[in-house]
């Protein structure tokens, strides 16, 4: 199952979806792409009329408006009742060549025993995450588009793939939520809903997650992104198109200039064996 989320921002959804069409792998996947109430969602309608995507996926239209994090459950939700395994797509996230053949990959290939979920997306500013032997102790930056690695920390801004397993885990702790107060303190399990400051449907849910329900679960990463963040407008977390260039944007992703020349289905993927620790998990 692929569960799409989109709101008010029909000319990125657009991208998303074409980017998503020409997937080799989409047709072994249902579509779920869900409309979260809003101004424009007339507009974001017509682009999913004007694609054909009613016709290849199963089409909802909130009637309210669940939020950031509520519509993200909701998808997620939809997703795991039909599938024990959802990739989940923003509608400003596009996917690079091959994102779904990598994402495939990292899911069956990581042995790792705490194993969370397979993310595709590297912002800018952590690129250059994986470093070697540096003053900090950390490695840099192969750029080699068959390296990854693992990684304390999940991602939200591209593509991801969650096992059942880990939708399990996350429902078990207390679900997708954003939330307020002591968001900077790992609390594991159900306690950190009770010593919030305040528990909300429209917040930032990928935080609760990497500090309250991931636990100490693993994810796979691409030295290279195989997917971009567009979303530099309209955002409820990028404060301007200066701050998402700066921060979030990563000009070094697969379907940058540098790596036209590379056909990613003939790379020989590499079983991550590094773990990267950084700044957002310690």
Same mark, same amino acid.
């Given at each position: 199952?692929?569960?799409?989320?989109?709101?008010?921002?029909?000319?990125?959804?657009?991208? $998303?979806?074409?980017?998503?069409?020409?997937?080799? #792998?989409?047709?072994?996947?249902?579509?779920?792409?869900?409309?979260?109430?809003?101004?424009?969602?007339?507009?974001?309608?017509?682009?999913?009329?004007?694609?054909?995507?009613?016709?290849?996926?199963?089409?909802?239209?909130?009637?309210?408006?669940?939020?950031?994090?509520?519509?993200?459950?909701?998808?997620?939700?939809?997703?795991?009742?039909?599938?024990?395994?959802?990739?989940?797509?923003?509608?400003?996230?596009?996917?690079?060549?091959? $994102?779904?053949?990598?994402?495939?990959?990292?899911?069956?290939?990581?042995? #790792?025993?705490?194993?969370?979920?397979? $993310?595709?997306?590297?912002?800018?500013?952590?690129?250059?995450?994986?470093?070697?032997?540096?003053?900090?102790? #950390?490695?840099?930056?192969?750029?080699?588009?068959?390296?990854?690695?693992?990684?304390?920390?999940?991602?939200?801004?591209?593509?991801?793939?969650?096992?059942?397993?880990?939708?399990?885990?996350?429902? #078990?702790?207390?679900?997708?939520?954003?939330?307020?107060?002591?968001?900077?303190?790992?609390?594991?399990?159900?306690?950190?809903?009770?010593?919030?400051?305040?528990?909300?449907?429209?917040?930032?849910?990928?935080?609760?997650? @990497?500090?309250?329900?991931?636990?100490?679960?693993? $994810?796979?990463?691409?030295?290279?992104?195989?997917?971009? @963040?567009?979303?530099?407008?309209?955002?409820?977390? @990028?404060?301007?198109?200066?701050?998402?260039?700066?921060?979030?944007?990563?000009?070094?992703?697969?379907?940058?200039?540098?790596?036209?020349?590379?056909?990613?289905?003939?790379?020989?993927?590499?079983?991550?064996?590094?773990?990267?620790?950084?700044?957002?998990?310690?």
């Amino acid at each position: 199952m692929i569960t799409v989320k989109a709101f008010n921002r029909p000319a990125y959804l657009k991208q $998303c979806l074409d980017s998503l069409a020409i997937q080799p #792998e989409i047709h072994n996947y249902e579509v779920l792409i869900s409309i979260d109430g809003g101004p424009e969602q007339v507009y974001v309608s017509e682009i999913i009329d004007r694609l054909g995507w009613r016709d290849r996926a199963r089409v909802v239209e909130q009637r309210n408006n669940l939020g950031c994090a509520g519509h993200t459950r909701w998808l997620l939700e939809q997703g795991f009742k039909e599938s024990d395994m959802v990739i989940h797509i923003e509608d400003d996230a596009v996917m690079g060549r091959d $994102c779904i053949n990598w994402l495939e990959w990292a899911h069956a290939h990581c042995e #790792e025993n705490n194993y969370f979920a397979a $993310c595709s997306f590297l912002r800018a500013h952590d690129t250059f995450l994986p470093k070697e032997d540096n003053e900090f102790g #950390e490695r840099v930056a192969s750029l080699d588009p068959a390296a990854n690695f693992l990684r304390p920390w999940f991602e939200t801004g591209g593509p991801f793939m969650f096992t059942k397993k880990a939708w399990e885990g996350i429902v #078990e702790n207390g679900g997708v939520y954003g939330a307020t107060g002591n968001c900077n303190a790992k609390i594991w399990g159900k306690d950190w809903k009770r010593m919030a400051i305040k528990v909300t449907d429209k917040g930032s849910w990928g935080w609760a997650i @990497n500090k309250h329900l991931r636990g100490d679960g693993i $994810c796979v990463f691409p030295d290279v992104s195989r997917s971009q @963040n567009i979303g530099a407008d309209k955002g409820i977390f @990028n404060p301007d198109p200066t701050w998402h260039m700066n921060n979030i944007y990563n000009k070094h992703w697969i379907d940058s200039d540098e790596f036209q020349d590379i056909i990613p289905r003939a790379l020989t993927y590499k079983i991550p064996t590094t773990t990267v620790s950084d700044s957002h998990s310690l």
